[in-house]
């Protein structure tokens, strides 16, 4: 695999501005906030994930001398003075970043991570949070409705070989565990972040002997504790027949063509008329939630699933919106809030904090988006906590396990309506009154038309 | 960045099949074809990349004692000979290598990759190739899409932020370019890749000053000859016209939210009457191959189009369903074609060749899928060519730039009714007479249902 160069991981006009900045003098320290303005159709809510990665790229930046190279011979930097090459030879980030904490349910809105740095600093990171919060974010989500909707079976992440390249494969394997599933089929996920891994067989493997029995025969003989059997190469329950004949007792059959909620009761009828009730059903091929839900709600006799491309590529929905906005400049000791008026893109000034609202029951009733400096709702709990300070992480990481355990736990805490695969219930969450204030105040003075935010819930992707 | 294991980026089965091939001494040669079954709905087309890093990754393929240390202590592997392992230390790809290279348009069913090595070599590649190929086919297929929409005009590709992570977001803009875009914003794409490179601005570092105009001066100041102005922060039109009267004459304004046909008329105006007239119009935000086409319908004068989410995912057909078969099996001298017949997923028996066959002017006319060994139609052209003998590449990785050069040289040779963006023709791909006899001979010997395959134009993912 090639060599990365994580500093330039980034569009180059956040270079360009660090330039800019840079030979302008520019050196106010300024506040961005990470936000996905509206959830996508099909998305209730988010799972926040790939705050870990953010904080070993924010650790670890640096430019190395074949970055400074590449720049400094590009067309777009002639011209630019050798002191910028030095700065960026120096170059450390030493910001500070809150965030909502990986596997919390958030929302739109919602700031998921909040930097303050030198005004270069915090710009020049943008993409790579960006690609990173918005992907592995998207992947949690899609994992925790996948999950909601096999309704206590087990989900295991199969999508690696149609997942955005290999890199893009491990990561979801990493944020479809943090989103609930029970493992995956990405051994390199496995070897980095300690995400269970499973696997069965492939068809190759069946037809790589002269009879279907001869190679399950030979893989349980490897595999006697752990063999799960593909049974669909040729007829999937004459496959079954076959198994029971021959006297195998396999942990796993594996489904993974045709209607599986039908294939699924005779496969099971065979095993139990043959005494194998202990062996579990395992069915893949093209699920997602809708598709699962609807096996579960039909009682089809699968004990867990393997889902694939549509979650590895979050299918239905591959993109989530999110973006890095300006939201506060201080220079000396002037702080100013800013917002950007395009059509349809108004922002909210100033460093934000979320609060979330409970009921008696324990579950989630609302959110409120504050300045950061306002006490939240009577009982209501902060949603974003200070993770680095001075460049230097805060705490240590989270166990990956324990992220999966705590999307478990707040996921159950959300409204029924809100986890139902076709729900169509928007979560409330709403700005304060003071930042309603300070919003209008400063779009009043900016030389763009006025034009009101909305908050909004699930649209189109736009 | 996190090291990585290029070994362990795959998928666990791989894997397990490789012990139980191991244990029961299959040591057959085997042959795997790559292929997509059926295009999206939305494409006519695909265009070949990715193979490059496949190649790479096949030449390099090893096992780290931290890879085997893993597998050794995986429940998956308990019971597993030390031998086996012992054989992972020492695995070397040795394998044959035949594929369409890269940057050439091909169809549903077309081998796209085929490797012939012993058994275990040729599956354990199996979720690497497809992750690759799948991937940068799918973008550079898009690409292609976004630049005949754009007729001519430069297409950028901008979408790093919305790709599954920075690894995808470099392939992204490699695809990109091998299918046709003049470039894009991702850096590291023009360091490994010499992808060229470009940046605009973003509304942060306007905001970041205390009026639009001293943004616009400060930018053009370090940037003399290249600086391209975002004039959407606040009214489009209005910075338009500051731009003029501040006597700013910027190579390259960019829109990037609104109405962008009406706007981008409303701005041409303006810089023109102020006698901007080499000022380029470049147009971004949310677009892709339709908004594209919209526009230049509509005669709105944009000179190049920066194209970031739809492109960088594929928004449309986010997943290519390339799959990787086992056709055929060598032991010692005897060579068995090998088919499946699982339902609505019938392959075809032995090594391929694709014959693209073309009219007196130039134009494809179509293509034939024959068996390896026979002749193919006359003076049609054989698609497929070895790059990998022996475990070593043959002949020189091509240029990037040529790879481009290829894809856009034949593109102008399919059919005008293939390249339209809303083309509903299907490029005609059959398989030959001889193909068809061989793999009718094989189901009716196969134990399952007799199904047949049938070859089918584009239709919707499954």
Excluded at 9 to 31: C, G, I, K, Q, S
Excluded at 104 to 114: D, G, H, M, N, S
Excluded at 120 to 137: D, H, M, P, R
């Amino acid at each position: 695999m090639l060599p990365r160069s994580p500093a330039l991981a980034t569009d180059l006009y956040e270079l360009t501005m660090a330039a800019a900045y840079f030979t302008n003098r520019v050196t106010a320290t300024a506040t961005f906030e990470l936000f996905i303005r509206h959830l996508p159709a099909a998305r209730r809510y988010l799972i926040v994930a790939g705050l870990e990665q953010v904080l070993q790229y924010l650790e670890e930046l640096r430019f190395s001398e074949e970055d400074v190279a590449f720049l400094r011979q590009h067309p777009s930097f002639r011209g630019v003075p050798e002191a910028f090459f030095d700065e960026l030879r120096r170059f450390r980030f030493t910001g500070e970043v809150w965030a909502i904490p990986e596997g919390t349910p958030a929302f739109q809105q919602e700031p998921l991570v909040r930097v303050t740095a030198p005004v270069i600093q915090a710009q020049l990171v943008e993409t790579f949070l960006l690609a990173t919060i918005n992907f592995q974010t998207m992947i949690a989500s899609k994992a925790a409705r996948v999950v909601q909707a096999a309704a206590g079976r087990g989900v295991v992440e199969f999508g690696s070989r149609r997942a955005h390249g290999t890199e893009a494969a491990m990561y979801v394997a990493r944020a479809a565990y943090a989103g609930g599933c029970v493992g995956t089929s990405n051994v390199e996920a496995g070897l980095r972040f300690g995400v269970p891994t499973f696997g069965t067989m492939a068809h190759s493997f069946v037809m790589a002997f002269d009879d279907e029995v001869t190679a399950f025969e030979r893989f349980s003989a490897t595999f006697p504790g752990s063999a799960a059997l593909l049974i669909d190469t040729y007829d999937t329950v004459a496959a079954a027949r076959k198994i029971v004949a021959a006297g195998l007792r396999p942990p796993t059959v594996r489904l993974d063509s045709g209607d599986l909620a039908e294939l699924s009761r005779a496969v099971r009828r065979v095993l139990d008329d043959g005494g194998l009730h202990e062996t579990r059903i395992f069915a893949s091929g093209d699920l997602d939630e809708w598709r699962i839900a609807s096996l579960v709600a039909a009682g089809a006799p699968i004990d867990a699933f393997g889902v694939g491309t549509r979650l590895s590529t979050s299918f239905d929905e591959p993109a989530l919106g999110g973006v890095y906005k300006l939201v506060e400049l201080q220079l000396d000791h002037e702080v100013r809030g800013k917002v950007k008026t395009s059509a349809g893109k108004v922002t909210y000034p100033g460093r934000k904090q979320v609060w979330r609202c409970a009921g008696a029951n324990g579950e989630y009733t609302g959110d409120v988006i504050g300045t950061g400096s306002e006490p939240g709702p009577l009982d209501a709990e902060p949603m974003l906590v200070c993770v680095m300070r001075g460049g230097q992480r805060v705490g240590r990481p989270p166990d990956l396990a324990a992220v999966r355990e705590r999307s478990l736990a707040l996921m159950e805490r959300l409204p029924a309506g809100l986890r139902d695969v076709d729900g169509t219930m928007v979560y409330p969450v709403r700005f304060s009154d003071r930042l309603v204030r300070e919003q209008q105040r400063l779009v009043q003075a900016q030389p763009g038309p006025v034009e009101r935010g909305t908050l909004g819930g699930p649209e189109s992707h736009s």
